[in-house]
């Protein structure tokens, strides 16, 4: 399945199905990302529901500290 993550298409397994699943694939849920959807910001508890599909549009984001 071919989506697009940060304006990069990208391919993943027909095995990531979810949220959840796509930030597990990619080690970022340790991380506290905040997710937008197709143009909405999911809440963490929609991430387990949240179906992703063919030429979907995702924004991942997160905090990064430094000093």
């Known amino acids: 399945m071919t989506i697009t993550i ?3 298409q990208v391919t993943i397994d027909s095995n ?15 991380r506290g990302p905040i997710v937008e959807h197709n143009g909405q910001v999911l809440k963490q ?3 387990n529901t949240q179906k992703i599909a063919e030429k979907d549009t995702l924004e991942i984001v997160q905090f990064v500290g430094g000093g």
């Open 16 to 30: 990531v199905m979810t949220i959840k699943e796509l930030l597990e694939h990619f080690q970022l849920l340790q």
């Open 6 to 8: 940060n304006g990069e």
């Open 45 to 47: 508890e929609q991430w």
